[in-house]
C-alpha cells in the first residue's frame, strides 16, 4: 500500500532509553518469539533462538568481560555475521565497555592501525579470521584477551566464546550483578565505528546509547514490521545501516532475523526462512532487477510483463496484493512467496527498480543517513513513499539546506538526538562537521513541496564548470546505467587542455554478458565504438554542459567496500581515454 493519506501517520512504539532498555524490554514482550534463526555448519537447516535466550547470552557474556577486567575497556569484534556477532556487541556496550566493530575484509596492517587507534583492551573474533587477528596481534601492545567464536574450550592465549558464556552463567547463579544491573550512560560514547576508506582517511565515529537508541525507536514511527516478520540479515554488521536498521529495529519491534550465509545465497536463504523484509544496498537490488528482465526475456515473457507492470503503475494495481502476487507469481516464488518489503540505503538507487518491484508486488523504500547520524536522516513511510526520493526527515531530527542555489541545490545539514558524540581524538576533523549542534553531511539535496528530501551528490564529488555549472557525478551515472549494456560506472570531471574547463568523464565497466548474448564476440575496437554509441544515446538525454566528453572502458570490475559500494576514490584514473 502506498497512499498519501498515510502521509501523516505515524507508528506507535514503547520508548527506550537505551539500547540495554531495548533487549531487555524486548525479552520480556517477546520472550518465546524467535528472534534468530541461525546455521550451525554451512547449508545446513536452520536453527532458532528465542529472544530470552538472546539476554541470557548477553547477560552471561557481559558479566563474564567484567570479570576479566574489561570493565570500561575497548572490545573490538570482527568476523563474518553471526548470532555471536551480536552477542559481543551487546554484551560489550550494555554495561561492560565500548565495542569496536571492525571490517572483516581488513588486510592485518590495517587491522594494525585500527586497534592501536581506538587503544583496544580485547578482540572478539570468527574462527575464519584467526589467522589475520593473530598476525595483527603479533604488532600490537596492550590487547589483553584474545576470544575466538568458535574455540571449544580455552587454550594458551585465546579463550572460548561458548566458555565464556557458561563461566558467566555461573557467576550470575551465584548472584554475580556487576552486568546485569550495571547503569547505563546513555550520554557516553558506547561504539566506536571507523568510517570506510583507507586507515589514513578512515575517521572514528563516537556514538553513544542515546544516538543508536533514538534512531531505532523514531525510525519505528515510519517503518513498521509487520507481525511474523523476518528479516534476512545480508548486510555486514559491523557497518552501522545493518546493525542499527536492521538488527536493533528488528528486535526492538519483535522481528525474527535470519542470518545470511553469503551474497550467493540470498535467494536460498529468502526461501528456507521464509523472509518479509530485507534490507540491502543498490547493488544488491539492482542485480536482482537485473536478472528478473533477462530471465524474462530468456522464458519470451518480457513484452507481457512489461505491459502489467506498465498497467500495475498506470492504475496502481499493486495496491491490490493478493491479485499482483498472483499476475507476478514467478517473481513471488523466487523470492520465498512472503516478501513483502526492500529497503535500500547505502547509496543512491535507480528509481525506476524502486517502480518496478513495487508495480510486481513487492513494496520498496529508500532512506538516507550516515555513520555519524547512527545513520538514519530521512526515510520513505512504509505506507507513503516517493521513489525518487530519500524520504522525509525522521521524527526528532530537523534537516535544513543551505546555501541554495537557484533550483533549490544545497549542503544538507541536520540535528537531533542522533547526531554523534564527535570523531575519536580528531577535535579539528569533529569541528569541521558539527557547527553549533549541526551536522554538515556534505552532501547535496533539495527538499520538494511535500517535504521529502533528494540527495543530489556528494559535495566533494561535484564537479564545477568555469560558468559556475554544478554537475553531479551520481546523476550521470544514474543516465549512464539505465543502459542494460553498462554493469558499472564512476564519473567524475577532468580538465580540458585545450579550453581548461572541467569535463565529465566516464569510467565504464560494460556488461560483457549482456554484449556477447545481444551482438556476439566484438573487437577492442569494436566494443569502442558500440560504447561511444551508448554514450551518445545517454548524452541526449542531458542537458550539453552534463554530458560526457571521455570515457574509458574497463576490463574488471570496480573496488568495492563491503557494503557494495564503489571505493570512488581508490580508482586509477589515468588511462588515456577514449573521447567522445
Request: aromatic share 8%; hydrophobic share 35%; with cysteine.
Amino acid at each position: 500500500m502506498n497512499s498519501r493519506k498515510y502521509k501523516d501517520t505515524f507508528y506507535q512504539f514503547r520508548y527506550i532509553n537505551d539500547l540495554k532498555d531495548m533487549l531487555n524490554t524486548s525479552a520480556e514482550l517477546f520472550a518465546e518469539q524467535n528472534a534468530y534463526l541461525v546455521k550451525d555448519v554451512p547449508g545446513g537447516e536452520y536453527r532458532p533462538i528465542p529472544y530470552f535466550q538472546v539476554k541470557k547470552d548477553v547477560d552471561a557474556l557481559g558479566t563474564r568481560l567484567i570479570d576479566l577486567g574489561l570493565k570500561g575497556k575497548k572490545i573490538a569484534v570482527i568476523g563474518e555475521n553471526s548470532y555471536k556477532w551480536i552477542v559481543s556487541y551487546l554484551g560489550t556496550v550494555n554495561g561492560t565497555g565500548i565495542v569496536v566493530p571492525l571490517d572483516r575484509e581488513l588486510p592485518p596492517q590495517e587491522i594494525v592501525h585500527l586497534l592501536r587507534r581506538a587503544e583496544v583492551s580485547a578482540i572478539i573474533h570468527s574462527k575464519k579470521l584467526e589467522n589475520t587477528v593473530r598476525i595483527a596481534l603479533s604488532q600490537v601492545e596492550g590487547v589483553q584477551f584474545r576470544i575466538c567464536m568458535e574455540a571449544e574450550t580455552h587454550e594458551e592465549g585465546v579463550l572460548s566464546f561458548d566458555r565464556l558464556i557458561e563461566e558467566g552463567q555461573a557467576l550470575i547463579e551465584q548472584g554475580d550483578k556487576r552486568f546485569t544491573d550495571a547503569p547505563i550512560d546513555r550520554e557516553a560514547m558506547c561504539s566506536l565505528l571507523f568510517t570506510s576508506g583507507t586507515t589514513g582517511l578512515a575517521k572514528g565515529v563516537m556514538l553513544s546509547h542515546k544516538n543508536i537508541s533514538a534512531n531505532v525507536y523514531n525510525m519505528s514511527k515510519y517503518v513498521k514490521i509487520e507481525s511474523p516478520g523476518m528479516g534476512l540479515s545480508v548486510l555486514p554488521m559491523h557497518h552501522s545501516y545493518e546493525m542499527t536498521c536492521h538488527i536493533f529495529t528488528g528486535m526492538y519491534q519483535g522481528m525474527c532475523v535470519a542470518i545470511c550465509e553469503g551474497l550467493k545465497h540470498i535467494q536460498k536463504n529468502m526461501k528456507e526462512s521464509e523472509a518479509t523484509v530485507m534490507l540491502g544496498v543498490p547493488l544488491i537490488f539492482e542485480t536482482m532487477h537485473k536478472k528478473i528482465w533477462k530471465q524474462a526475456e530468456s522464458s519470451g515473457k518480457a513484452e507481457i510483463m512489461k505491459k502489467m507492470v506498465r498497467l500495475s503503475k498506470k492504475t496502481k494495481l499493486y495496491n491490490n496484493q493478493k491479485m499482483i502476487r498472483r499476475i507476478f507469481g514467478q517473481l513471488h516464488q523466487s523470492t520465498g512467496n512472503h516478501m513483502s518489503l526492500f529497503i535500500a540505503g547505502g547509496a543512491a538507487i535507480n528509481p525506476e527498480v524502486i517502480r518496478d518491484y513495487e508495480a510486481m508486488g513487492v513494496p520498496m523504500i529508500q532512506g538516507y543517513g550516515m555513520t555519524e547520524n547512527a545513520p538514519i536522516i530521512a526515510v520513505n513511510r512504509d505506507r507513503y513513499s516517493k521513489a525518487d526520493s530519500v524520504g522525509k526527515p525522521m521524527p526528532g531530527t530537523e534537516v535544513r539546506i543551505i546555501d541554495p542555489d537557484r533550483d533549490g541545490v544545497g549542503e544538507i545539514i541536520c540535528r537531533g538526538p542522533s547526531v554523534m558524540i564527535g570523531y575519536y581524538n580528531d577535535p579539528e576533523a569533529t569541528a569541521q562537521v558539527l557547527r553549533d549542534g549541526w551536522l554538515y553531511t556534505g552532501d547535496y539535496g533539495r527538499f520538494d513541496e511535500d517535504g521529502f528530501l533528494y540527495v543530489c551528490g556528494r559535495k566533494k564529488n561535484v564537479i564545477v564548470t568555469k560558468n559556475g555549472k554544478n554537475i553531479f557525478p551520481e546523476e550521470v551515472e544514474y543516465y549512464l546505467l539505465k543502459s542494460k549494456y553498462i554493469e558499472e560506472v564512476m564519473v567524475y570531471g577532468t580538465t580540458d587542455e585545450r579550453t581548461g574547463d572541467a569535463v565529465v568523464r566516464a569510467d565504464i565497466y560494460p556488461d560483457f554478458t549482456a554484449i556477447n548474448e545481444d551482438l556476439g564476440e566484438m573487437s577492442e575496437e569494436g566494443l569502442k565504438d558500440f560504447m561511444k554509441t551508448v554514450v551518445d544515446e545517454t548524452n541526449e538525454e542531458m542537458p550539453l554542459y552534463k554530458r560526457v566528453k571521455r570515457f574509458r572502458i574497463r576490463q574488471e570490475e570496480f573496488e568495492k567496500t563491503t557494503t557494495r559500494k564503489i571505493k570512488r576514490h581508490s580508482q586509477p584514473q589515468n588511462d588515456d581515454p577514449q573521447e567522445d
